[in-house]
């Protein structure tokens, strides 16, 4: 069965007829960059090509000067270790201070969002939900990363905007191939494109999964960037916690934990 049979066949309540099911779920709007940028910049590159300040060491925990933040950072990576298997999928979303076309500053209110954490945290929360209603996920990890205050071209003080960092469970190729009635729907916004191109699962996988987490309004309102990679190893795995972490184990931070994790984490 081909990802189209896949999409008409129906699962669970699910309706069958492509028509009603586009009835029943409306348009759901996914901006087409999303799959420009999951074809074009590929899905296994390697994490230096995209994170520059990323250390890939060893045992990248010895680098951690202070002994008590070290052993937080590693009871994080044990506890995302041992409850599941890889990949697991790690998603940075980025949130832009100016218009799409870059030549305009948000409007303040708008602008005021990127460094409010309660609407971060309210972002992340909804992709956490999209994620688990479409993927069926067990676990979602996301820290939060705070830019300091810079001066713009006027010589204006902005303040800085958070980014989010997540980890997620992995998610299995019968999450697309099977999918259920949420997933259905995100499979059905790029029918044209997968009956023209006939993906297979290795790239339809990262186009769908950034559907997903594009959907969420706040992501998808202005032109943010949304990267994603996959986890292989314990040694990589340990690395990006460390990279997640990284303004809170920092020897000058005066970050508690607390700063950095998202309360949308589903740590148990």
């Not at 309706?15 to 087409?32: C, D």
């Not at 409850?83 to 209110?109: E, V």
């Not at 460094?115 to 929360?125: I, L, Q």
Request: with cysteine; proline share 3%; aromatic share 12%.
């Amino acid at each position: 069965m081909n990802i189209l049979e896949i999409i008409d066949d129906g699962s669970g309540n699910a309706p069958s007829s492509f028509n009603r099911l586009k009835e029943q779920s409306g348009n759901i709007a996914v901006a087409s960059r999303y799959l420009e940028i999951a074809v074009n910049q590929g899905f296994h590159k390697s994490r230096k090509t995209k994170r520059e300040g990323l250390k890939i060491t060893d045992d990248p925990f010895i680098e951690i000067r202070l002994p008590d933040k070290r052993k937080i950072a590693y009871a994080i990576y044990r506890k995302i270790l041992k409850q599941h298997q890889f990949p697991y999928y790690a998603i940075t979303t980025t949130y832009s201070l100016r218009t799409d076309d870059n030549s305009l500053w948000l409007d303040r209110k708008d602008r005021a969002t990127r460094w409010d954490r309660y609407e971060v945290e309210r972002t992340n929360t909804l992709i956490r939900n999209k994620m688990r209603e479409a993927f069926e996920i067990e676990d979602f990890y996301a820290f939060l990363e705070h830019h300091g205050s810079f001066n713009d071209r006027n010589g204006i003080e902005r303040q800085g905007r958070y980014h989010t960092h997540i980890i997620t469970s992995n998610i299995s190729d019968s999450a697309i191939t099977q999918p259920n009635r949420k997933c259905r729907r995100y499979l059905n916004d790029y029918r044209q494109w997968i009956e023209v191109n006939s993906p297979d699962i290795k790239t339809l996988k990262p186009v769908i999964i950034k559907s997903v987490v594009g959907s969420v309004e706040w992501v998808r309102r202005w032109d943010n960037s949304i990267n994603m990679e996959c986890i292989w190893n314990e040694g990589d795995l340990a690395n990006y916690v460390c990279y997640c972490l990284k303004t809170y184990t920092d020897l000058r931070s005066e970050l508690c934990f607390n700063d950095v994790i998202c309360n949308s984490s589903t740590f148990k």
